[in-house]
């Protein structure tokens, strides 16, 4: 699973484009964000999928701007969208927090604790951020599904279930019964 191949593609099944049409559209929509993705690695991604043959540029010379590639997807990157829309819709999570708490152990624990403490005043921030969203667009289109605007809520869910862990997670920290277990990977999980 690559979730740079699937933005990318995603993005190109819609329409040839440029570089700096996808960098720009991922930027308007936080999808670096959300998505966790690096902007500057679309450009890499790019490269490595034209090498492949998923996608093929043409050079384009538009007034006195410089020379761009214009992007098109094909019969191979249409079958690596496919696939990889398939993987991540049932695919594992490879969510890095994961990683983060099953290492937890080799931080003091004054400082794990502040970097929990932030991460959760994050999260609650971003709940607020989803809630406007969502109302924003239920304004818009009030004929939507109960569950849509369905990717935000979504998010909003996944969201919630990360701040109640996060929680979880400070909680053990603050007690020092259970701290003092904590020594090695994956004993927060015990």
Known sequence: MNRYDLIILGLLEDKPQHGYDIKTFVESTEMNRWANISVSSLYNRLSWL?????????????????????????????????????????????????????FLHVLPNDLAQAYVQEHIEDLQQEVKNQKSIIRKKKAANPLLNSLSPILSNMSLEHIRVELKFMKAVLEVLQDPEKVRHLKNIFDING
């Open 50 to 102: 034209e090498k492949h043959g998923y996608i093929y540029g043409t050079e384009q010379q538009v007034g006195n701007r410089p020379v761009r590639n214009e992007f098109r997807m094909t019969e191979a990157g249409k079958e690596l969208l496919k696939q990889e829309v398939k993987d991540f819709i049932g695919g594992f999570n490879d969510d890095p927090r994961t990683l983060g708490l099953a």
